[in-house]
């Protein structure tokens, strides 16, 4: 049965004549577990997919259901618990509260949950285990690097152990070596049963993907298997 | 990590800014309770000096007839070949409601006398009460016995009179045992003997021409007191001694109010101050609110980091400024009231006062940038996704 189902979903920005097309009538379905990835060329779509799939960029028309929860007939604040409660968000430039230690940006989604003081840090300290973080809690995202800032991310939206973990182009801004580190770290969180999908422009990474969707000018044109991704 | 540790964390990562809208709330705080305090210390001021004025309730007989002046004041009608006061009837006056605010009574017999070619004003008093009546009184020589006088400094000068000297008054020999200093009111004309000796000499036995009363006035509801006297003694007019102390209570009550207005705007500097700074600081955090949201916080929870940004602050201006306030005026009474001791009383009201102030004018002027904070989109906030 599938996980998270997108019907004929549009997005628009603008209104009548002027309005552009950023996703123009998109269907899929993702199982539980599943490890998918989108590509696509810059201003494909796939950015305003992810938005959509993470409850914060309405559609136009079509519908998203996720758990079979219709999240857009959600108001704006029960979207905010869904988010909360069913995804985990990895960003491209990290978006680490500069200011907050290595730990405190882990433990920011428990931040508002009811948990004792002691709970909480041992699920950061869990987190921070899972992504290899241990000894460097106490940082600033200030001193550490980016190989380390994106295992921050990761341990952050991932804590609160969500089902699915949503990441726009995770390896962007990192070397190849430290690409495959945080690749393997996925497949690792998706081996553990957690839906992951994944923005990426890179073929490579997009080789850790079970399925890969792939749009080009807000359309979807094609399904690829893991196989033929790697090729 | 708490919504608690995350505004924390931000005021210490923006020292300036929070030292800014302190420094703004800090200015608004201490002026108003500087003021407030420097009034607060006047109004005790002459509340104590309205205390040590002596009487401030006269006791007169009910006429229309005369006017006299006495004490520097103008006060009502005095007949004193037609109405007076029973003396037994001034014991009513201590049945009245406020009647331990009553520090004093003090009768009075007023009569003309000839004292070698003079004629003069002779009081007949009560010198132990007019020991709290009279405070200004300082007397060279002894309290009179019974065939004694003590004269103002004028009169003694006038009638060239010193201590021991004996004068006539009516057949009946007195003696001067002592002269006040000048006092610069009426006393310094008169001539002053024991209330009984005045009463045989103008043969007014059991009968006086006025009281004076020390009411205690602090806290003393001064005019209920008038009325309260009134009714026990109808046929009596009971009046207020409030003209010294009226121009200039009335002065500070218009400072007050001019002051409080001062305050008001004051305030409402500090308070945009506030709400600048708090708009740009929300400004700044698009991206981190954005992060918020997107991990799920609601629109309550952005409101509450910047309203717990707005109160720590706050309330912490809300005590520097009671203390600065403290301090100015302090120095505001030494410059402007020399005759002030400076001293002003802690007052735990006012403190409070000054942080629930401090608080409700933070948190006011930063619901508009919480309000603006709170609705971020978030995938606009963030422009990752």
């Known amino acids: 049965m599938s996980y998270i189902v997108a019907d004929n979903l549009v997005k628009k920005y603008g209104e009548g004549e002027t309005a552009v097309s950023a996703v123009d009538g998109i269907s899929f379905k993702i199982k539980e577990g599943e490890f998918v990835g989108i590509m696509g060329e810059s201003g494909a779509g796939k950015s305003t997919i992810l938005g959509m799939l ?3 960029n309405a559609p136009t028309s079509g519908s998203l259901l996720v758990a079979d929860i219709d999240i857009y007939s959600l108001g704006q604040e029960q979207r905010a618990d869904f988010r909360r409660e069913f995804l985990g968000f990895v960003f491209q430039s990290f978006h680490l509260v500069s200011y907050l230690t290595v730990i405190e940006n882990i433990m920011l989604p428990l931040a508002i949950i009811k948990a004792g003081k002691k709970k909480k840090r041992e699920m950061a300290e869990e987190a921070m285990n899972q992504v290899g973080l241990s000894g460097k809690a106490h940082r600033l995202p200030s001193q550490i690097s980016g190989g380390e800032k994106e295992r921050v991310a990761i341990a952050r939206s991932i804590v609160n152990e969500p089902p699915v973990l949503l990441a726009d182009e995770p390896t962007g801004n990192l070397d190849t070596k430290t690409t495959r580190g945080i690749m393997e770290l996925f497949g690792r969180l998706n081996q553990g049963g957690m839906t992951v999908i994944m923005v990426t422009h890179s073929p490579d990474c997009a080789g850790y993907a079970q399925r890969i969707i792939k749009v080009s000018d807000g359309k979807l044109v094609g399904y690829y298997s893991k196989k033929y991704a790697n090729a | 990590m708490t919504l608690k540790t995350i505004s924390i964390r931000n005021l210490l990562r923006r020292k300036g800014k ?3 809208v302190l420094a703004g709330l800090v200015v608004g705080v201490s002026t108003v309770v500087g003021i407030l305090s420097f009034v607060e210390a006047m109004t005790s001021d002459i509340n104590h000096k309205l205390e040590q ?39 009513r006056v201590s049945t009245i409601k406020n009647s331990k605010n009553i520090a004093a009574l003090g009768p009075l017999v007023l009569g003309v006398v000839h004292v070698g070619t003079h004629k003069a004003l002779m009081a007949g008093v009560d010198f132990k009460a007019a020991r709290i009546l009279k405070p200004w009184w300082h007397l060279k020589g ?13 009169s003694a000068r006038i009638l060239n009179l010193g201590i021991g000297d004996r004068i006539a008054i009516r057949n009946k020999k007195l003696v001067v045992s002592g002269v006040l200093q000048s006092t610069g009111s009426q006393d310094d004309q008169l001539i002053f003997t024991r209330l009984v000796t005045a009463q045989s000499i103008f043969n007014k036995n059991g009968r006086i021409s006025m009281a004076e009363v020390a009411a205690l006035c602090k806290d003393c509801p001064i005019d209920a007191m008038v009325k309260q006297i009134s009714d026990v003694l109808p046929g009596a007019k009971v009046m207020a001694i409030q003209q010294v102390v009226k121009s200039r209570m009335e002065t500070l009550a218009q400072f007050k109010k001019f002051s409080f207005g001062i305050s008001g705007v004051i305030l409402l500097i500090g308070s945009l101050v506030v709400l600048v700074t708090m708009m740009g600081s929300v400004r700044e955090r698009t991206d981190e609110i954005g992060i918020f949201r997107a991990i799920g916080f609601r629109k309550r929870h952005i409101m509450g980091i910047v309203f717990m940004e707005a109160a720590i602050v706050s309330g912490l201006a809300g005590i520097i400024g009671y203390f600065a306030g403290f301090g100015v005026a302090k120095a505001a009474l030494k410059v402007f009231s020399e005759n002030h001791s400076g001293h002003i009383p802690f007052s735990i009201e006012l403190a409070v006062g000054a942080v629930v102030t401090a608080l409700i004018v933070g948190l006011i002027s930063s619901a508009y ?17």
């Open chain 2, 142 to 154: 002894t309290v009179p016995e019974e065939n004694g006088v003590i004269l103002g400094a004028e």
């Open chain 1, 54 to 56: 993470g409850a914060m």
């Open chain 2, 369 to 385: 940038p919480a309000v603006m904070a709170s609705r971020l989109d978030p995938n606009e906030a963030l422009r990752s996704l």
């Open chain 2, 18 to 20: 929070a030292g800014f």
């Open chain 2, 53 to 91: 004025y002596g009487a401030n309730i006269l006791i007169v007989p009910r006429t229309e007839n005369l006017a006299l002046s006495y004490g520097g004041l103008t006060l009502g009608g005095v007949s004193f070949e037609m109405q007076e006061i029973q003396e037994q009837e001034l014991t």
